[in-house]
């Protein structure tokens, strides 16, 4: 059974670095085209994909915050991190982490968000 | 960034109704296109994938169509919990991308 779980902090002031840690169970991210996102959804608003690790380290982020943002794997715990720069209240967010696969069309590789987390709740506020 | 363009924003129904949500590209993304159902409180849960492709367990009167820069969700029967939110993503390229949502709604 695939599950992964959302951890972090549930407050955070402005300015200050947001990390959160996404601990996954039952698949690997050393098996080749497996990946991890990160997503978030301001209250009442809509999902907003952040950033993705590939098996082999590869990365990738939202065009818009991809100078705040850092991933980073441990795939000896089954975790996946990303931590968030000068954090501002427009953070404010739930935060998910999710599986993501490939499925391979024409030759190129398609990929689509299979298993979420719960979900965390990140609010930012002095 | 590729922009996603949902219609309707919201649309109320009832039960048993056919219901259609379009999902608009804003360049040629092929067939690589996902819908996800969200409940509020609850997670995203992926519904289709590659425009046409049900999730494992998720019902048949659930179907999706369409490629290049338009998509479509089609509810063939309306159920009491299939009233929830709706998103359209595309995998065509990195940043991935989400349309606003269409919520659907108890008529």
């Known amino acids: 059974q695939v599950t992964l779980r959302e951890s972090g902090p549930a407050l955070v002031k402005p300015t200050q670095t947001l990390t959160l840690t996404c601990t996954f169970s039952?698949?690997?991210?050393?098996?080749?085209?497996?990946?991890v996102s990160w997503l978030r959804q301001p209250p009442g608003k809509a999902l907003e994909w952040l950033a993705r690790?590939?098996?082999?380290?590869?990365?990738y982020y939202s065009t818009s915050l991809k100078t705040r943002l850092t991933i980073s794997k441990d795939t000896s715990k089954n975790q996946v991190v990303l931590t968030m720069t000068n954090t501002d209240p427009v953070d404010t967010a739930t935060y998910y982490c999710?599986?993501?696969?490939?499925?391979?069309?024409?030759?190129?590789?398609?990929?689509?968000?299979?298993?979420w987390g719960k979900g965390t709740t990140v609010t930012v506020s002095s | 960034d590729i922009q996603m363009t949902q219609s309707p924003s919201s649309l109320s129904a009832s039960v048993g109704d056919r219901v259609t949500i379009t999902c608009r590209a804003s360049q040629r993304i092929t067939s690589y296109l996902n819908w996800y159902q969200q409940k509020p409180g609850e997670a995203p849960k992926l519904l289709i994938y590659v425009a046409s492709i049900l999730q494992g367990g998720v019902p048949t009167r659930f179907s999706g169509s369409g490629s290049g820069t338009e998509f479509t969700l089609t509810i063939s029967s309306l159920q009491p919990e299939d009233f929830a939110t709706y998103y359209c993503q595309q995998s065509y390229s990195t940043p991935f991308t989400f349309g606003q949502g269409t919520k659907l709604e108890i008529k």
């Open positions: 690790i590939d098996w082999d380290d590869d990365k």
């Open positions: 999710a599986r993501t696969l490939p499925y391979v069309s024409g030759g190129y590789y398609v990929y689509y968000m299979d298993v």
């Open positions: 039952g698949f690997s991210l050393t098996t080749t085209r497996m990946c």
